[in-house]
């Protein structure tokens, strides 16, 4: 099953449009636009949404709490 990542879901408009066989997350920097994805979710029955998640940000841009994967994190701390 394909996976797809959608950065900056908002309140997750386009997941409806999404094929049924992929396996999605969502993630957003606005938690009361993820409140609002994940009624629309629930409501609209949309079970290839697996997650939706914040993403914590600092004033310099980088992110301070990366989603986690398998293979490494979406991003890195490190880089200038």
Same mark, same amino acid.
Request: a positive charge.
């Given at each position: 099953?394909?996976?797809?990542?959608?950065?900056?879901?908002?309140?997750? &408009?386009? +997941?409806? +449009?999404?094929?049924?066989?992929? =396996?999605?997350?969502?993630?957003?920097?606005?938690?009361?636009? +993820?409140?609002?994805? =994940?009624?629309?979710?629930?409501?609209?029955?949309?079970?290839?949404?697996?997650? &939706?998640?914040?993403?914590? =940000?600092?004033?310099?841009?980088?992110? $301070?709490?990366?989603? $986690?994967?398998?293979?490494?994190?979406?991003?890195?701390?490190? =880089?200038?």
């Amino acid at each position: 099953m394909a996976r797809l990542l959608v950065v900056g879901v908002g309140t997750g &408009l386009e +997941l409806e +449009l999404l094929p049924a066989d992929l =396996r999605v997350t969502g993630i957003d920097i606005s938690a009361a636009m +993820l409140d609002v994805a =994940r009624e629309r979710v629930a409501r609209k029955g949309l079970r290839q949404v697996k997650g &939706l998640h914040v993403m914590e =940000r600092r004033r310099d841009g980088l992110c $301070r709490r990366p989603v $986690r994967r398998r293979r490494g994190a979406l991003c890195d701390e490190r =880089r200038p």
